[in-house]
């Protein structure tokens, strides 16, 4: 028995919304992906697998789709709108990302489905909200990022470099708030029996996951700037990022912030021979003998905290030119600091941590007869185990057992 | 209007971003959050407490522009849990809630005498959720986190950046956001779990594997064709090389720091941006179809970049946009927030009422449902602000047993 077992997610196949239905199947949802007769377009994203394009074998639709079945339907058509109302009856949750009158216009929409399956709970995901005309224009990840503000808060000092974007993010945090959403409403259907219409804002969904730009506005009426590899910033602050002995780079993060990490990093530098080449070294010493926390605000105006905490950079700087990045990270760990190493995705996804945690999932491909590793849970329920139930659907691989349960009905 | 969560109460430790925003989807939707903070250090391990932005010149634990962003619509006690009377309390607190939350380091809630086991002798069904960078299983479950660390671990700075820089990496603790949405649905699939077979449980959330799934195929690209990200070239965060798209990028505008957005997702946005910026170099043999324009980026985008420059941001949003090719000016706080009428529109920045700091504006929710949506009159909690409303209503004390109660320093 996993957390969703016995629910039933009818999820119109659109790219922005397909992570949104992973997380819903792998928690064990009965996710049914209806697609159109020429497929959902990433079936022929790269990367392929062994670089070989084809059919069934994109990685991009492997990852974001498996423990789903797949069913072709033909919405255009009336027999393939009988199908889909058919199956609309069986299922608890629909989720979309349609151009927002499609489905109205098809009578497809919630008021048409609402009589059929009662409670139903219809999450319907659009760029800028059901109600919004401006959710009419093209759109993909980058745009709405930009529009919403993460690019204006990420990329470099030097503001002559462009802002950047996290790839696929945008979409991500769009899926976050479906599938959160959908979770509200199971939780008070599961209460009240009542289910619900859910217009769910791509672009409102990044608004509100930009941390300090938009706090700082609202509240202060300030802009923030970006900032290589830290914090955007309405004041510049000082540099985070550090380039290591062996060239990559690691994330000083929070300095040492009170009396026992000043002792703990004073100890590793001296335990390196490195405290005599630190003249900042007698800084460390104070901010290991003070009393009580420090004020963090003052940092900047009082001039003894602002060299204490001056001197825990510093010698963060001078530790990292001496070591690899990864031994810097561990080290620092080890005196309670809270430092990260820049991994690339892989180098995290093979970090022992990771591994130990039994992050990498070995997953079936009858088919291709290979075993592929792909990524774990984001979480660990002790009691409803996250898995994936099967590899990503081959295109209409479900019609038979699907449409022959709802014809038995 | 009822709350989709109304049914649900959350004895709460979050704090910070991470924790805190995932308690503050609950509240949205009506769960009875109730935050635990220690008096004696007047709440300060959740550092947003006291740091800005502030709304005047007032300063101090109640006056953190961030914390009320993060925590409004919740309950706040004060417990000094070094006192037996305080751990009585909470022991009954937790008999009447339906979860416990927190994202401390590792340990802290354990040594505090309330580990997991002793959560379930309490309130047997409880879910517990915690949330820490490294989960509390693990070689680096000791070690310490916050957003920044957790995306570099994670690989989510790395990727993000340009060729030839270092990681440019996220302006944001954006795995702070992230980390707290996964901890709301972990909170909420364990409730629906429980809901169907009256099993509470507890969830490790590490954000460090949450941030990790979050690089889509690169890893299985790693795991099946062995292609690494760090190699030349790469990372290139606004190409886009799943699905290609070409030109795809952030290009420079006139104006201060502004910048669009363009992404041309196939031949017929191509026909459609050619036509708008109707120069000789979009007849180029090299740009002449799809993979040739992808394999010519640099000189495709230097070519755009030079189109883009001496026009305004919005004008050549609204040019490409009318040809319908995807584009977007980069938005700046002021706006997104006040001057797009989108957002405006959507409900998304309400204003709370905060018992210090007055009416504020916060970050709402991007979404509204039909039947039960979601509301954020109150503002964050002040230090210990409903001490006296949950224990009397809530725990049975009377108003003069606790006032005993802060005269002890249990509260």
């Not at chain 1, 021979?273 to 940092?299: M, R, S």
């Amino acid at each position: 028995m996993t957390a969703l077992t016995g629910v039933r997610v009818v999820e119109l196949s659109q790219v922005p919304i397909a992570w949104a239905g992973k997380l819903l199947a792998d928690m064990g949802a009965d996710v049914i992906l209806v697609e159109p007769s020429g497929g959902d377009p990433s079936r022929g994203y790269p990367p392929f697998v062994d670089d070989e394009p084809g059919d069934d074998r994109s990685l991009y639709w492997w990852h974001y789709n498996t423990s789903k079945r797949s069913v072709v339907m033909d919405l255009e058509d009336e027999a393939g709108r009988e199908q889909f109302r058919s199956l609309i009856a069986t299922a608890d949750v629909l989720l979309e990302a349609e151009p927002r009158h499609r489905l109205a216009t098809l009578g497809l929409d919630y008021d048409d489905l609402a009589p059929i399956k009662p409670n139903l709970i219809h999450v319907a995901v659009t760029p800028y909200g059901r109600d919004d005309a401006k959710s009419d224009l093209p759109y993909t990840d980058l745009t709405v990022m930009a529009a919403s503000g993460p690019p204006w808060s990420c990329g470099y000092d030097d503001h002559s470099l462009p802002p950047v974007r996290g790839a696929l993010q945008g979409y991500h945090t769009a899926s976050h708030f479906a599938v959160m959403s959908t979770l509200t409403a199971l939780l008070h259907r599961g209460v009240s029996g009542v289910g619900q219409f859910i217009d769910v804002s791509m672009t409102a969904a990044s608004n509100v996951t930009t941390e300090a730009a938009s706090y700082t506005w609202l509240v202060a009426g300030r802009t923030v700037q970006r900032q290589t590899g830290r914090h955007a910033s309405t004041s510049p602050s000082s540099e985070t990022q550090q380039r290591c002995a062996d060239g990559r780079y690691a994330n000083t993060g929070v300095p040492p912030r009170n009396p026992a990490e000043f002792a703990a990093l004073l100890a590793w530098l001296k335990e390196l021979g490195l405290d005599t080449q630190l003249p900042e070294a007698v800084f460390l010493e104070l901010g290991a003998a003070w009393q009580g926390p420090f004020d963090l605000a003052q940092i900047g105006t009082d001039d003894e905290i602002t060299a204490i905490f001056g001197a825990g950079r510093e010698a963060l700087k001078l530790i990292a030119s001496t070591v690899s990045a990864q031994d810097f990270f561990l080290g620092c760990q080890r005196a309670g600091l809270a430092v990260g190493v820049v991994n690339a995705p892989e180098e995290a996804f093979e970090d022992a941590h990771i591994r130990a945690r039994g992050f990498h999932t070995p997953v079936h491909h009858e088919d291709l007869g290979r075993t592929i590793t792909y990524p774990g849970a984001p979480y660990a329920l002790q009691g409803s185990p996250w898995a994936i139930s099967r590899r990503a659907p081959k295109l209409g691989e479900h019609n038979p057992e699907v449409l022959g349960e709802l014809d038995q009905r | 209007m009822a709350g989709a969560l109304d049914s649900f109460r959350i004895c709460d430790f979050t704090g910070q971003l991470a924790g805190a925003g995932a308690t503050k989807w609950l509240a949205s939707f009506g769960a009875e959050v109730i935050r635990i903070e220690d008096p004696v250090r007047e709440g300060r391990w959740d550092i947003l407490r006291g740091t800005p932005p502030f709304v005047d010149d007032r300063r101090g634990v109640d006056m953190g522009g961030a914390f009320n962003n993060h925590n409004a619509g919740k309950f706040g006690i004060t417990l000094n849990l070094r006192k037996d009377k305080a751990k009585e309390i909470l022991t009954k607190l937790i008999e009447v809630s339906d979860v416990v939350s927190e994202n401390f380091a590792k340990g802290v809630l354990e040594r505090w005498g309330f580990g997991y086991e002793r959560l379930k002798e309490i309130k047997p069904d409880i879910v517990y959720v915690s949330n820490c960078g490294f989960g509390h299983v693990g070689p680096y479950s000791d070690f310490k986190t916050w957003g920044p660390i957790v995306q570099a671990v994670s690989g989510l700075t790395f990727t993000n950046g340009l060729p030839n820089h270092e990681p440019a990496g996220w302006g944001y603790s954006y795995m702070d956001h992230t980390g707290a949405y996964y901890m709301a649905m972990a909170i909420m699939l364990a409730l629906l779990h429980r809901q169907r077979t009256g099993e509470g449980q507890w969830v490790d959330l590490a954000c460090t594997e949450a941030a990790l799934t979050l690089h889509g195929p690169a890893l299985l690209d790693w795991t099946v064709n062995g292609r690494p990200t760090r190699r030349a070239g790469q990372p290139h965060a606004n190409r886009s090389a799943w699905p290609p798209m070409a030109p795809h990028g952030i290009y420079p505008c006139a104006g201060d720091d502004d910048w669009v957005a363009i992404a041309c997702r196939n031949q017929a946005d191509w026909d459609a941006l050619a036509a708008v910026v109707d120069e000789d170099w979009c007849s180029e043999e090299q740009f002449a179809d799809f993979d040739s324009r992808y394999a010519a980026q640099d000189a495709l985008d230097a070519h755009l970049s030079a189109w883009t420059a001496p026009r305004r941001k919005f004008e050549a949003e609204e040019a490409l946009r009318a040809a319908g090719v995807p584009a977007a000016a980069v938005m700046k706080p002021q706006e997104r927030i006040d001057l797009d009428a989108s957002t405006g529109n959507f409900g998304l920045w309400p204003t709370v009422r905060h018992a210090k700091m007055g009416a504020v504006r916060v970050d709402g929710q991007p979404v509204h449902f039909s039947e039960t949506d979601w509301q954020l009159p109150r503002g964050g909690p002040c230090l210990g602000e409903h001490n006296e409303a949950v224990l009397t209503r809530l725990l049975g004390f009377s108003a003069e047993e606790v006032a005993a109660l802060a005269d002890e320093g249990v509260i």
